[in-house]
């Protein structure tokens, strides 16, 4: 399940031409990902979200060249190596009432290292939504490429989610880490 940019690039198109310099990227999918892990007593383990859309503009003027940020993805496109696990995921958070994910970027803080920043913004997940921020970095290559990393640490108690427990003995601890390394550009490597 993908959700459509359809609306989101033509409202980035028209409103880069209001801003000035504000220009829509285009997210390299092949080169970019998305990737968590998750810490547990006996079954830690990892993942990676197979699908989602990332809404980024670039504007020389901004801090980090980025102005704006907004990533979107359904929980149930989070998969681990087993779709047993995945299964159990999608239950514990409960994908049929709060299915959607929600990301948008406030603003980057700039750090004493130069390329270096903290990302604030929003993030919604089981239908709460909580301030989040988290380090990152941005880099430019050739050709208007724009390399951004990022680690972002999300304690799911937040949102309402229970601590995960079997046994008695076991525990899932609630502090999940998110790696993402996406690749953009602008039309025409700009």
């Known amino acids: ?4 940019l359809s609306f ?12 000035g310099g504000e220009v829509p990227l285009s997210v390299d999918k092949q080169h970019s990902r998305i990737e968590y892990a998750v810490t547990a007593t006996m079954d830690s383990f990892s993942g990676k979200l197979d699908a989602y859309d990332l809404a980024i503009a670039n504007d020389a ?3 980090g060249n980025i102005s704006r940020a907004e990533l979107r993805f359904h929980f ?13 995921m999608q239950a514990w958070e409960n994908t049929r009432e709060f299915p959607d994910c929600i990301f948008t970027l406030s ?4 750090t004493p290292i130069p390329g ?3 990302a604030r913004g ?6 709460i939504t909580r301030d989040l921020a988290f380090p990152l970095s941005i880099a430019s290559g050739e050709d208007g490429l724009l390399v951004v990393n990022g680690e972002a640490r999300i304690d799911t108690r937040d949102f309402g989610l229970p601590i995960i427990r079997k046994f008695g003995l076991l525990k ?3 502090l999940v880490v998110v790696k993402l390394h996406v690749q953009a550009r602008g039309p025409a490597g700009k």
């Open 1 to 4: 399940m993908k959700i459509s």
């Open 8 to 19: 989101t690039v033509p409202l980035l198109t028209l409103l880069s031409s209001a801003c």
């Open 61 to 63: 003027t901004a801090v």
């Open 76 to 88: 149930a496109d989070l998969h681990s190596d087993s779709a047993r696990r995945d299964q159990q």
């Open 107 to 110: 603003m980057l803080e700039p």
């Open 116 to 118: 270096r920043f903290i």
């Open 122 to 127: 929003r993030f919604a997940l089981h239908g």
């Open 172 to 174: 899932v601890d609630p």
